[in-house]
């Protein structure tokens, strides 16, 4: 049970509940206020699991499903639940991903809801999944990639001794291409082998730029979705993962664990968002997320001031703007004039005394 709410929590709510109340107030912000709120008060105790999976297929890729959800089976930690996000998935295919759940363990089919969605992005199953989980933190790992069996555990782990950040473990990357198998069957071969090519550490500038962190490297806490209501921008064709870890990353923090735990299969020869989608709309989807970002207020972990320092390269620029540190340069524009004609003006000072000297006169002072 969650305890009654004490004197400052009340307050809060009164505030909450005076903001919600006034008559010109926008409906999306009522609405997280109310979210806000109910986290606060805590007055419906639910039984969670620890970990929502959200798994996206659109079966066609049958082998590497089974593969997949034989990973979730032999988890060390099974205190999770999966949410199958079935997307425009044409009728054959969606009947091939039923089959295949229905031949999995009772213990485990017990475990498994399917979302079936219609059009949309890639992020609309993303935030179907979202409404539907019930857990304390989220992953989303999609149907063609592979998981150890310490994958929950990780998370499990780490979430123990955090206090609400989203946590980020270790990805290796394989290399694999379809092929037929016997009997016709569409299956795949691996090209290389697995590679841990992505930083152990998790680098918030860094991050910025580029993202170097596949998805299923991460676990959301619940209330980045239902206290702080984020959101997977349905108007992205792609980056719906960088634009949700950066959100999450700046406003929860990030706890790094260093340990390998899942494979990201980069496909040869087959479809995938790589493939589907033009230089052009890649540009566009990161240029929204930039966009979005900058017109955010940022915090910054800590440790940034010397990151950044670094990044920008603190010696290059003091040598640029060593004129702004230095007496004998540059301070302001009105100095111009004098700094210049100062020595000008001294040297003929001298050259006067001398003309004077040589005639036998007085030099001047």
């Known amino acids: 049970m969650f305890p009654e709410p ?3 929590a009340r307050n809060f709510i009164s505030l909450i509940d005076l903001i919600a109340g006034r008559q010109r107030v926008d409906p999306e912000l009522a609405k ?5 709120r109910e986290y606060v008060i805590g007055a419906k105790p639910v039984d969670r699991p620890f970990l929502t999976v959200l798994l996206r297929t659109q079966g066609q890729r049958i ?20 949410i199958v996000l079935l997307h425009s998935a044409l009728p054959e295919d969606a009947a091939a991903v039923h089959k295949v759940i229905e031949r999995q363990p009772a213990s485990l089919r017990s475990r ?3 979302e079936e969605v219609e059009g949309g992005s890639r992020a609309r199953p993303l935030n179907i999944g979202v409404e539907a989980a019930r857990a304390h933190y ?6 063609d990639d592979l998981l150890f069996a310490h994958w929950v555990e990780t998370f499990e ?18 290399s694999v291409e379809p092929e037929t198998w016997s009997e016709g069957q569409d299956g795949f071969r691996a090209l290389s082998w697995p590679k841990p090519e992505y930083p152990e550490q998790f680098d918030q500038l860094a991050h910025l730029l580029v993202n170097y962190s596949p998805f299923m490297s991460w676990a959301f806490p ?3 979705f239902f206290l702080y209501g984020v959101r997977f921008d349905e108007e992205l064709l792609v980056c719906e993962d960088w634009d949700v870890i950066l959100r999450g990353s700046l406003l929860c923090g990030v706890d790094d664990v260093p340990e390998l ?13 790589y493939s589907l989608h033009s230089s052009q709309e890649w540009n566009e989807s990161e240029q929204r997320v930039i966009e979005r970002i900058d017109r955010s207020v940022i915090m910054m972990p800590p440790g940034t001031m010397r990151r950044a320092r670094a990044v920008l390269g603190n010696d290059g620029i003091l040598l640029a703007h060593r004129h702004l540190f230095r007496g004998d340069q540059l301070r302001f524009p009105l100095d111009l004039g004098w700094r210049i004609a100062a020595p000008v003006a001294k040297a003929a000072v001298r050259v006067r005394n001398r003309a004077r000297r040589l005639r036998g006169g007085r030099a001047a002072d």
Do not use: M
Request: net charge neutral.
């Open 6 to 8: 004490d004197r400052h």
């Open 32 to 36: 997280r206020l109310e979210r806000v």
């Open 63 to 82: 082998e590497p499903l089974k593969d997949a959800l034989l990973c979730l089976q032999s988890q060390s930690s099974q205190d999770f639940e999966i």
């Open 112 to 114: 498994i809801r399917i």
């Open 138 to 143: 989220l992953a989303v790992f999609d149907d």
């Open 157 to 174: 782990r780490e979430a123990a001794l955090n206090d609400g950040r989203l946590i980020r473990a270790v990805v290796a990357n394989q």
């Open 222 to 224: 619940r209330e980045l």
């Open 261 to 273: 735990t899942a494979i990201y299969r980069r496909w040869q020869g087959a479809t995938s968002s």
